[in-house]
């Protein structure tokens, strides 16, 4: 079985300001981790995942994510938001076994940025 | 261009009218799924398939059925619409033994 948790369903920065997303999951096998992003009225974009390897990720227009087994969390990073970044990001997991492929979401964060 | 493709993008429809949502892609990936996105809730799996003749359950398959004849599609289908299947429908696919799935560009559903 696997999860997903996100916190905040909306967070709020200003534009230049760093971006922190939280994601936490629970997976009964070694966890394969992705975040989303979907722009207003399209569809979800993959902005980055983790396998396997390096657990600091990086992904596409500065996002990164870190993955630490210990606290079983993979949050979203960027160091200086941008108007353009305003999207709802999800976390993902899937899984090995039986579960491999099957993508299990978090309920999104909606960020929103400010001038 | 490799892409996943829905139709339509966007339906209004009555409860109880059969409707199908069409889902194609062209990476001749094995694997297809169908999600359904509800605020607060995320995406949701309804079905999904292994590959052509091999479809299961996913976590909400309640009011769907799917069929795969072909590689290429992975039809939704409603046989009748509740106002509770009111959604926003995402198709995606992924090539066997990769992780990463492409999806569709959704299918708004608004059931009165």
């Known amino acids: 079985a696997q999860s997903v948790t996100q916190l905040g369903s909306h967070v709020s920065v200003s534009e230049g300001a760093l971006v922190l997303l939280r994601c936490n999951y629970s997976?009964?096998?070694?966890?394969?981790l992705f975040w989303y992003v979907q722009y207003p009225n399209q569809g979800l974009q993959l902005l980055l995942k983790?396998?396997?390897?390096?657990?600091l990720v990086k992904g596409i227009n500065g996002f990164e994510a870190e993955f630490k087994k210990s606290e079983t969390s993979f949050h979203l990073t960027k160091p200086s938001a941008h108007m353009s970044d305003a999207a709802e990001y999800f976390c993902?997991?899937?899984?090995?076994?039986?579960?491999?492929?099957?993508?299990?979401f978090g309920q999104g964060t909606i960020l929103t940025v400010h001038p | 261009e490799a892409q996943v493709t829905q139709n339509p993008r966007y339906l209004i429809t009555v409860t109880g009218k059969k409707l199908t949502v069409t889902c194609s892609q062209n990476?001749?990936?094995?694997?297809m799924s169908w999600y359904r996105q509800d605020p607060g809730l995320g995406l949701r799996q309804i079905y999904y398939s292994m590959n052509v003749e091999v479809t299961d359950k996913g976590d909400v398959p309640e009011g769907y059925k799917v069929s795969r004849k072909e590689k290429r599609n992975f039809p939704l289908i409603l046989e009748s619409p509740s106002p509770n299947q009111t959604s926003l429908y995402f198709c995606?696919?992924?090539?066997?033994?990769?992780?990463?799935?492409?999806f569709g560009p959704g299918t708004r559903l608004l059931v009165l």
């Open positions: 983790y396998t396997t390897g390096a657990t």
């Open positions: 995606a696919s992924r090539v066997q033994g990769s992780e990463t799935q492409y």
């Open positions: 997976s009964s096998v070694p966890p394969y």
């Open positions: 990476m001749n990936h094995e694997y």
């Open positions: 993902a997991v899937s899984g090995s076994g039986t579960s491999y492929g099957k993508l299990t």
